[in-house]
Every structure is written in C-alpha cells, then in structure tokens.
C-alpha cells in the first residue's frame, strides 16, 4: 500500500512538473527552483525506495518472528503432550509399585514365618526377658555366694 502511494506522489510531482513546463511560461519557473525542485525529487524518490526496502525487510522480520513463534507452539504443545503421558505413565507405575510391595511384604513374612526368623519386636522382646533374667540370676548368684560364704565361714571358725 506504502509502495502504492509512493508511486502516486511520483506520478503526480512528475506530472505537474510536465504540466507546468508545458503550459507555464519560462519566467514562472527561475532556474533555482528548477533545481531545487529536480534534487527534491530526485531525494524524495531516493526516500521512498529507501522506505519500500526498510518495509520489506520489517515484513520479512515479521514473518520470520511468526513462523519461530508457530514453530515454538508446535514444540511447546509436543512437550505438554509428552509431560501428560509421562504423568499417566507415573501413576500407573506407583500402583504396579505400591502392589508389588503389598506381595514382596507378604513373601517376607511368609518366608520369616516357614524359616523361624522372629520378628523385630520378637526379638527385643528376648533381648529385655534375657536381662531381666541375667540381673536375676546375678543377684542370685551373690546370695549364693554371701551364703555360702556366710556358712563356711561359720564352719570355719568352730
């Protein structure tokens, strides 16, 4: 559009320009500004063209900037839909889990159970019974013993 309004205003300096060497006598037009007008002109196109390619660049950025971003929506919806099936993926995986420590539990307590290996409760349970007893017999042991002790000594002295 920017392009087509450039060439109208060429067209339309242009043709006065021809209009007025045309129709208008030579003294209506000094020499400076014949000059000034043909530099004006000549810039001004310069201008224009300068402009047409600053746009057609800015147009080419533009499409490059959408293509990059549909690019990284494709990429983007690739990943979500990757992430959605990993995530389906991890709770099928914690239920096959969660179940096969359910059996693996049961195994253990089956093979425990078949073999005789007491529990962790079991066994502290004999390691408490096993000292009460031990400070049992030690203090039986030293009754014993200051008896014994007690009775020879008696004997010993009739």
């Known amino acids: ?59 080419s950025a533009v499409d490059d900037l959408r293509r990059q971003a549909d690019e990284n929506q494709s990429a983007l919806n690739f990943a979500l839909a990757k992430l959605r099936a990993a995530e389906n993926r991890k ?15 049961a195994d253990v307590d089956s093979f425990r159970r078949i073999v005789g290996i007491p529990s962790r409760r079991a066994i502290w349970a004999e390691r408490g019974m096993g000292f009460v007893i031990g400070v049992v017999a030690s203090v039986v042991a030293s009754y014993l013993y200051e008896f014994l002790r007690a009775t020879i000594w008696v004997r010993d002295l009739m």
């Not at 709770?91 to 539990?105: E, F, Q």
């Open 91 to 105: 709770s099928a995986l914690y239920s096959d889990i969660n179940s096969l420590k359910t059996v693996a539990s």
């Open 1 to 59: 559009m920017i392009v087509a309004v450039a060439i109208g205003a060429m067209a339309y300096f242009g043709l006065a320009y021809v209009v007025s060497k045309l129709f208008l006598p030579k003294r209506m037009w000094p020499d400076f500004l014949k000059d000034e007008f043909d530099y004006s002109l000549s810039e001004r196109v310069r201008k224009i063209d300068h402009a047409r390619d600053s746009l057609l660049d800015a147009i």
